[in-house]
């Protein structure tokens, strides 16, 4: 029900909950890239960040 909800958030059009999934998953994966770029840009160890993601 609460996934359910946030993909209606994101989705305009009050049918799709396609459209809003697929929007949250996009915005998901930019901040994603984000974060790793600017712990890159400060200097930040890759393990560090490996670690802050889950993925170590």
């Known amino acids: 029900l ?3 909800t946030y993909c209606k ?3 305009n059009n009050s ?3 396609n459209t809003g999934y ?3 998953k ?3 994966q930019k901040s ?3 974060f790793i770029y600017e ?3 400060s200097g930040t160890p890759i393990e560090e960040i ?3 993601l889950k993925i170590a």
């Open 26 to 28: 996009k915005d998901l």
């Open 39 to 41: 712990a890159a840009a």
């Open 32 to 34: 994603k890239v984000i």
């Open 9 to 11: 958030m994101y989705s």
């Open 2 to 4: 609460i996934n359910y």
């Open 50 to 52: 490996f670690e802050s």
């Open 15 to 17: 049918y799709h909950f």
């Open 22 to 24: 697929k929007s949250a």
